[in-house]
């Protein structure tokens, strides 16, 4: 595993996928660029923005399983109030 320490504000996400999702012709950065994009035009619908990758994965030829989850950045002083 790669550490490093990020500052993040209420638009970025942690993207988790197993190895699957990029096993065919997905590539890492097509994976983040399409969750971005769908996150963006559901309003941070993190739900559809993993069954869209999930899908994108099956489409792009994968035959290892499949899994996605999105972790919002969102909360920090604000959330607290």
Known sequence: PEMGHFECDGT??????????????FPNAEVCELAAQ???ETKGDAGKACEAVCQRAVEAN????????????????????
């Open 12 to 25: 970025d996400f942690l993207l988790i996928v197993c190895d699957g999702v990029s096993e065919g012709n």
């Open 38 to 40: 769908v996150l963006k």
């Open 62 to 81: 994968s035959k290892d399983n499949i899994s996605c989850m999105i972790v919002m950045m969102v909360g920090g002083e604000s959330a607290r109030e």
